[in-house]
């Protein structure tokens, strides 16, 4: 496999929408494949295929218990409670803020086959979804900031 670049805060593709993925085959697989590289070289937890220069709806997550997600087309389908905490962002590096997101979520997705699939995700984990599927649509966690912080300093 492969390890992409990571494009950074600036490059406009970080705000476009991205486009659902039609064609479940081999290039998509080795495309996941090198996302999962990709984030494990970079140390995130989280990676959405617009941060690669790819304006595709593709995510890979990599939970911190080591669970790995790949996601393909995912949407939000339903969502509960409100949880803040602190964000940071590969794309854009050294900046970190206090974000709101839902305490719970459901998600519907697609795996690299294309078959659909309905999970459930909590706490720190429902955040890099939906901190993912914002990248989907355009959206920077900036977007989103009460305030910025310095992590190291922060209490939670």
């Not at 929408?17 to 984030?39: E, G, R, S």
């Not at 593709?58 to 996601?71: Q, R, S």
Request: glycine content about 8%.
């Amino acid at each position: 496999m492969a390890i992409r670049e990571i494009i950074k805060k600036g490059d406009s593709l970080l705000t476009k929408k991205a486009h659902d993925v039609t064609v479940f085959d081999q290039k998509l697989h080795t495309l996941i494949d090198d996302m999962k590289d990709t984030l494990n070289s970079a140390y995130g937890v989280g990676l959405a295929a617009p941060q690669i220069g790819i304006l595709r709806r593709i995510a890979v997550i990599n939970t911190p218990e080591g669970e790995w997600f790949e996601l393909v087309n995912p949407e939000i389908i339903s969502s509960s409670g409100a949880l803040e905490d602190v964000e940071g962002c590969l794309s854009i590096p050294h900046t970190f803020g206090i974000v709101e997101r839902p305490e719970t979520i459901t998600v519907l997705a697609q795996d690299r086959f294309g078959k659909y699939f309905e999970h459930k995700a909590e706490g720190y984990t429902a955040r890099i979804f939906c901190h993912e599927i914002d990248h989907l649509n355009g959206i920077l966690f900036t977007q989103k900031v009460i305030r910025y912080v310095d992590p190291d300093k922060e209490k939670r």
